[in-house]
């Protein structure tokens, strides 16, 4: 019996390669990357425990505080620490059902990231436009509600995902190019038609990200012209000063996301793949990094819990 070159297959587990062409670095790249992660763990549990037990800080802005805190830690330990054992231990391997539930963790979560950037932003417009009416509108049910809507889009949007990588032949061998399973990284393996991944991934990043942008872009232009209108100048300064640290929050976030998002789909021969995989990563790690960092050192209320 002839046996054909290319087995069709579905992978019992995969090999996550770490940073290509950076293998002699690996132990170099772990310091940062432990680091960052320590001080995003102990950042945000240092948030959520603060807003959790101050009764100061039981307002809307630190509720939707808590839920970007809470989100970022599922981001970064849903990664990082299999990359660590990747950069320490040499610990590559991952199974095929975990390398899905990897994806479909990190995937949901970005977008609920996301999603619960916006929110901040409109509780930013409410709050400026609508000082009066701040605590009548955003009461805590309807927080809760929009934060239940945030997850419930991300996983509802992310979960195709799984059953489309899942229904994909694989037979270009099972070593991903990357520190965890990212869908397209785990798509690129197949032999099969992986257009469908690829129009859905983008109809998913239009979906999440554009229309959050767009929301959060509109709620700014709304902001923006409400303080230009104050008459006071401390008034414009105060407004501004409460925006400041949700503004670096999108900046940390989107930058990377935008260079990470299309620098793969469209500038896969010009970016050396290192530089893909250590862009992705920031992606994850920065945020939840930089967030209490930031959201501590630019809030009053928080500074003075501390």
Same mark, same amino acid.
């Given at each position: 019996?002839?046996?054909?070159?290319?087995? @069709?297959?579905? =992978?019992?587990?995969?090999?996550?390669?770490?940073?290509?062409?950076?293998?002699?670095?690996?132990?170099?790249?772990?310091? =940062?990357?432990?680091?960052?992660?320590?001080?995003?763990? @102990?950042?945000?549990?240092?948030?959520?425990? !603060?807003?959790?037990?101050?009764?100061?800080?039981?307002?809307?802005?630190?509720?939707?505080?808590?839920?970007?805190?809470?989100?970022?830690?599922?981001?970064?330990?849903?990664?990082?620490?299999?990359?660590?054992?990747?950069?320490?231990?040499?610990?590559?391997?991952?199974?095929?059902?975990?390398?899905?539930?990897?994806?479909?963790?990190? &995937?949901?979560?970005?977008?609920?990231?996301?999603?619960?950037?916006?929110?901040?932003?409109?509780?930013?417009?409410?709050?400026?436009?609508?000082?009066?009416?701040?605590?009548?509108?955003?009461?805590?049910?309807?927080?809760?509600?929009?934060?239940?809507?945030?997850?419930?889009?991300? @996983? !509802? !949007?992310?979960?195709?995902?799984?059953?489309?990588?899942?229904?994909?032949?694989?037979?270009?061998?099972?070593?991903?190019?990357?520190?965890?399973?990212?869908?397209?990284?785990?798509?690129?393996?197949?032999?099969?038609?992986?257009?469908?991944? @690829?129009?859905?991934?983008?109809?998913?990043?239009?979906?999440?990200?554009?229309?959050?942008?767009?929301?959060?872009?509109?709620?700014?232009?709304?902001?923006?012209?409400?303080?230009?209108?104050?008459?006071?100048?401390?008034?414009?300064?105060?407004?501004?000063?409460?925006?400041?640290?949700?503004?670096?929050?999108?900046?940390?976030?989107?930058?990377?996301?935008?260079?990470?998002?299309?620098?793969?789909?469209?500038?896969? &021969?010009?970016?050396?793949?290192?530089?893909?995989?250590?862009?992705?990563?920031?992606?994850?790690?920065?945020? =939840?990094?930089?967030?209490?960092?930031?959201?501590?050192?630019?809030?009053?209320?928080?500074?003075?819990?501390?």
């Amino acid at each position: 019996m002839v046996i054909p070159n290319k087995t @069709v297959l579905t =992978p019992v587990s995969f090999i996550l390669n770490g940073v290509p062409g950076l293998e002699d670095m690996h132990v170099w790249i772990s310091f =940062p990357f432990c680091s960052m992660y320590v001080v995003a763990v @102990v950042g945000n549990c240092g948030l959520l425990y !603060l807003i959790c037990y101050e009764d100061s800080l039981h307002r809307p802005m630190y509720y939707f505080l808590a839920m970007l805190s809470l989100t970022d830690l599922v981001i970064c330990s849903s990664t990082i620490p299999k990359a660590l054992c990747i950069f320490w231990f040499h610990l590559k391997e991952i199974g095929f059902n975990d390398c899905l539930v990897q994806m479909f963790f990190t &995937h949901t979560f970005t977008g609920m990231e996301s999603g619960v950037l916006m929110l901040m932003a409109l509780d930013r417009y409410v709050a400026i436009c609508y000082p009066l009416r701040y605590s009548t509108i955003l009461t805590n049910p309807v927080i809760a509600k929009v934060g239940l809507a945030a997850f419930l889009r991300g @996983v !509802l !949007l992310i979960i195709p995902f799984t059953f489309l990588t899942k229904r994909l032949p694989f037979c270009r061998g099972n070593t991903i190019p990357h520190t965890y399973c990212d869908h397209m990284s785990v798509a690129k393996l197949s032999c099969g038609n992986i257009k469908v991944n @690829v129009i859905y991934g983008l109809m998913v990043a239009l979906l999440i990200g554009g229309f959050d942008i767009l929301c959060i872009t509109v709620s700014y232009t709304m902001i923006l012209r409400a303080v230009v209108s104050l008459s006071s100048a401390d008034a414009r300064q105060k407004a501004f000063g409460t925006c400041t640290a949700h503004i670096c929050a999108i900046v940390f976030s989107y930058s990377p996301a935008f260079f990470s998002f299309f620098s793969h789909r469209f500038g896969g &021969h010009t970016i050396p793949p290192s530089c893909h995989i250590l862009v992705a990563n920031i992606y994850l790690l920065l945020p =939840p990094t930089m967030n209490p960092v930031v959201y501590g050192v630019k809030t009053k209320q928080i500074r003075d819990c501390v």
